[in-house]
């Protein structure tokens, strides 16, 4: 069982940057497609931004151009580097391995 680990998260004023990233336990990171989702208080879960493994990126319509999603096959990491920020982006973000292996998730929460 893969394991994910997510970190970066924290309180950042409108308009700021934060880069979240997850490590992946094992070397399967690198055959799998990665992908970010959040959930803000009483909303479902939602799609932020995925990376295939051969590094095509897509994103939802309310983070282009504010997030690059990237990754380090190297360090089995994948990375969501979000500029911009607005109160609207505050959840918690979770990375996924394939949509089938899931991190506990980091609590973003963007209020001045």
């Known amino acids: 069982q893969v394991q994910l680990v997510e970190s970066g998260g924290g309180l950042v004023q409108p308009g700021g940057s934060l880069r979240l990233s997850c490590a992946a336990s094992d070397g399967r990171f690198r055959f799998n497609d990665m992908a970010w989702y959040r959930q803000a208080p009483g909303k479902q879960r939602e799609f932020v931004a995925i990376?295939?493994?051969?590094?095509?990126?897509g994103y939802s319509d309310s983070v282009k151009g504010r997030f690059t999603i990237s990754r380090d096959n190297a360090k089995n990491t994948v990375y969501l580097q979000m500029n911009s920020l607005k109160p609207e982006d505050t959840a918690v973000y979770y990375c996924t391995l394939d949509g089938s292996h899931w991190g506990q998730g980091t609590q973003v929460t963007v209020s001045s």
């Open positions: 990376i295939t493994r051969t590094g095509v990126t």
